[in-house]
């Protein structure tokens, strides 16, 4: 302790773990964690994962090495340097995974990240869903900002938002509207019932002239 009075901190006297009553810790290295939620659970049976901590919440679970839950209810961090912020029901289930809060969450790919929201799930490895509701981030590098149901499935693919939007394509890009489908590489489309089939291609639904595509331009440079 510092310069604050020690007679209200609670130290251990050596680098030991810390346990609330009736937390469980799993393996012979459990001296290791941190386990001061409610019926939360640290490190996995058959395992010895060292610095697993779960530092508050409900039946919280910091299954792999150095995996986290800060809090929230029924959070599960599975894999090695893994984390959960807060939140209900949400899984950090790839290596190095994060999830910061939110409801039925999961980031399953490895360094994958889901910041919040509800129900999303960002599999791809280093995919990245900044919240909304039931959205997905498949493919590596996939990024889906937020909005509902909207699914970036292409290699590096992004969706800003909206609803009902997928970029299907390598390095396509969706902003946002409604049920937009970038489905070539290298395409970008916004608006509303957007179908983007060829490869470098860019278009946009025109509200001058309902029920048609405009095409903005091929934007791809033969050499």
């Not at 969706?174 to 179908?195: I, N």
């Not at 060829?198 to 309902?210: G, I, K, L, R």
């Amino acid at each position: 302790v510092g310069d604050g009075d020690s007679d209200s901190t609670l130290v251990t006297g050596g680098k030991w773990g810390m346990f609330r009553n009736g937390n469980t810790g799993y393996g012979n290295a459990c001296s290791t964690h941190v386990n001061l939620g409610v019926d939360g659970i640290t490190g996995k049976s058959g395992t010895n994962n060292k610095y697993s901590a779960v530092t508050g919440g409900l039946g919280n679970i910091a299954e792999g090495r150095f995996a986290t839950v800060g809090g929230g209810s029924y959070n599960l961090a599975h894999e090695d340097f893994s984390s959960v912020g807060g939140g209900q029901s949400n899984t950090a289930n790839g290596h190095t995974s994060t999830v910061s809060g939110g409801m039925i969450n999961n980031a399953s790919g490895f360094y994958s990240t889901v910041a919040g929201g509800g129900h999303n799930t960002a599999s791809g490895n280093s995919a990245a869903i900044g919240g909304g509701s039931e959205n997905q981030a498949i493919a590596a590098m996939s990024t889906v900002a937020g909005g509902s149901q909207n699914r970036a499935s292409g290699y590096q693919s992004v969706v800003g938002g909206g609803y009902s939007n997928t970029a299907f394509g390598a390095y396509s890009a969706v902003p946002g509207g409604y049920d937009v489908d970038a489905v070539g590489a290298y395409s970008f489309g916004f608006g509303r019932g957007v179908d983007i089939i060829s490869d470098y291609n860019s278009q946009f639904y025109s509200a001058e002239y309902p029920g048609t595509l405009t095409v903005v331009g091929e934007i791809r440079a033969d050499n």
